[in-house]
């Protein structure tokens, strides 16, 4: 019944701060929308803007800024992409560490946006079976 993810809505508190980091330090394209309305755009996916207090309708029944806990997957390899963070003197708060993607085992290193939302950076590992405590077939 559901295919993918077409976009997500991402609250925050100071527009031009989330702006920096998702268009400088994500890379992200910024697209502007409808009457103004900002979007970040990467694959076939956005990230919808709306800024605390001025959302649009309708919304999420608690829009909140820093509830959100994203994992994207590197176009590049984990190690370009440490450097590049480090590069925009963004703090890496934890990895790389081996997880489990929705496909198979990762390589992940965390950061924080500028709302504390908790943004999860993550490169395919070779042996990318999942292990039996994973998602099943049915589940996925």
């Known amino acids: 019944m559901i295919s993918h993810i077409d976009h997500i809505v991402l ?5 031009a701060a ?3 980091f998702y268009t400088q330090v994500l890379q ?5 929308f409808g009457n103004g ?5 990467f694959g076939q996916q956005k990230i919808n803007l709306h800024v ?6 309708p919304h999420a029944h608690l829009p909140a800024p820093g509830a959100l806990d994203l994992c994207f997957i590197a176009s590049e390899p984990l190690t370009q992409v ?6 925009c003197g963004w703090p890496i708060i934890d990895g790389p560490v081996e997880r ?5 085992k990762i390589r992940s290193i965390y950061l924080r946006d500028p709302d504390l939302n908790l943004i ?4 395919p590992l070779s042996d990318n079976s999942l292990s039996d405590n994973s998602l099943s077939d049915s589940a996925r």
Request: aromatic fraction near 6%.
């Open 37 to 41: 309305r900002i979007a970040f755009c």
């Open 82 to 87: 440490i450097a590049h963070v480090q590069r």
């Open 120 to 123: 999860e950076i993550a490169e």
């Open 11 to 15: 609250t925050c508190i100071d527009p």
């Open 52 to 57: 605390s207090g001025s959302e649009f309708t």
């Open 18 to 20: 989330t702006q920096q």
């Open 28 to 32: 992200l394209r910024q697209e502007t």
């Open 100 to 104: 489990t993607g929705a496909t198979g």
